[in-house]
């Protein structure tokens, strides 16, 4: 089991306006589908608002201390982060961080790869961002082009005993 970040940034390292984020685009919503399915989602309230339903074919694990959210199949609710830990323990499959900006950050001392896709128009009005130095300890692995002139890219963790 590996737990995986997973973001679409622009180049001012946007991902995120009034909650949602602040782009479209096709290729990058099916390469995210393709990535998480049949793994588990874990994301702040925000980012859970802001889907509307549950992924499909996915654990959704929601983080939140503040709200509580409606009990329905597929979607658990934890309150901090070391709960969500004991959960992966006894996950059978991938455990990907996908938001938003706190969620990324309380994670990244966990984090074995990130996947990142860059997105070429700069977001207007965006509010939230990934922090500058988030690859930090990461090299790059790999680069696969999408359609609409995304770049994604992944990064592994360098050293796991550095940390």
């Known amino acids: 089991m590996a737990i995986i970040a997973i973001v679409a940034v622009d180049r001012n390292l946007a991902i995120g306006r009034a909650g949602t984020i602040p782009w479209h685009y096709s290729a990058d919503m099916k390469f995210f589908r393709r990535q998480t399915t049949m793994h588990a989602c874990v994301m702040g309230f925000r980012t859970w608002e802001s889907l509307n339903k549950p992924l499909k074919d996915r654990l959704n694990i929601v983080l939140s201390r503040k709200r509580r959210i409606e009990d ?23 455990l990907f961080v996908i938001g938003g900006a706190q969620v990324y950050q309380a994670f990244a001392d966990q984090i074995d790869r990130w996947i990142v896709t ?33 770049k994604v890219t992944t990064y592994e963790r360098s050293d796991r005993n550095s940390d």
């Open 118 to 150: 860059e997105v070429p128009e700069p977001a207007d009005g965006a509010d939230t961002f990934m922090n500058a130095d988030f690859l930090y300890g990461f090299v790059e692995k790999g680069v696969e082009v999408l359609e609409g002139g995304l």
């Open 72 to 94: 329905q199949p597929g979607v658990i609710q934890f309150t901090d982060k070391s709960s969500v830990l004991t959960l992966a323990e006894y996950l059978k499959c991938d």
